[in-house]
């Protein structure tokens, strides 16, 4: 059972355009997300979360939505740069159950230039 | 070290025989996970420790798997009598354990079953 689906396996766009990369989420205990961008041959990196208390969260290029009621994230980058081509996996947790992290399948992003 | 290490970074094994995975994480992590990514796929959560509990064993994917963490820091994730399935990078990732805090990843290692 996938609890955190990303369901477009791929994304192209131009550079300097906005990137908007969807999550949805089944379990309504999730109460924590996050992002992470893995280049190839490396791990995962983490990149901006959100807590089920917000619904924004900003840090420069890089904002995340959260829709709680929708049981929806997105994550929003603009500009886009063709150093942001990776695969964005978007991650949850239930923290008051101490769980582990689920993820999605990733999203593979390309930004032409 | 800085972040989390893993070892090898690559290896390669024949079929049948048994591997051993290794993890050292940040010093001070209590948490610890090990996942896999097999070509073309997702991650897959394989195992997760949180301090002293029994750890949460439900994604590995057959009996062949198993993992243990000594002392609450280094961990070793064991396949035995690999088959060609088992080939993709295993990922270990901590994080200290305190709610609202991400997870680190190493480097993975690549295995490869021929």
């Known amino acids: 059972d996938q609890q955190v689906k990303q369901n477009s396996p791929s994304l192209s766009v131009q550079e300097g355009r906005i990137s908007i990369l969807n999550c949805d989420y089944t379990?309504?205990?999730?109460?924590?997300f996050l992002w992470y961008k893995k280049y190839p041959a490396e791990g995962p990196t983490f990149l901006i979360s959100?807590?089920?208390?917000?619904d924004k969260n900003e840090d420069g290029r890089f904002t995340v939505f959260l829709n709680k009621s929708a049981k929806h994230l997105s994550l929003h980058i603009v500009p886009s740069q063709p150093g942001d081509s990776a695969v964005y996996f978007c991650?949850?947790?239930?923290?008051?159950?101490?769980?582990?992290?689920?993820f999605g399948k990733g999203i593979t992003l390309s930004v032409r230039p | 070290g800085a972040g989390v290490s893993q070892s090898p970074s690559n290896k390669v094994t024949e079929k049948g025989k048994d591997v051993e995975l290794r993890c050292d994480p940040i010093?001070?992590?209590?948490?610890l996970y090990w996942y896999r990514q097999s070509l073309g796929q997702g991650l897959e959560f394989l195992i997760y420790?949180?301090?002293?509990?029994?750890?949460?064993k439900s994604g590995l994917p057959s009996d062949r798997f198993s993992a243990e963490r000594t002392g609450g820091s280094v961990s070793t994730l064991t396949i035995q009598r690999t088959q060609q399935e088992d080939s993709a990078v295993y990922l270990c990732?901590?994080?200290?354990?305190?709610?609202?805090?991400?997870?680190?990843f190493g480097q993975g290692t690549r295995l490869t079953v021929v």
């Open positions: 379990n309504s205990m999730f109460d924590y």
């Open positions: 991650a949850a947790r239930n923290t008051g159950a101490n769980s582990k992290l689920t």
């Open positions: 990732a901590s994080s200290p354990g305190v709610w609202n805090t991400e997870a680190f």
């Open positions: 420790f949180q301090g002293n509990s029994a750890p949460d």
């Open positions: 959100i807590s089920s208390i917000k």
């Open positions: 010093s001070g992590h209590t948490a």
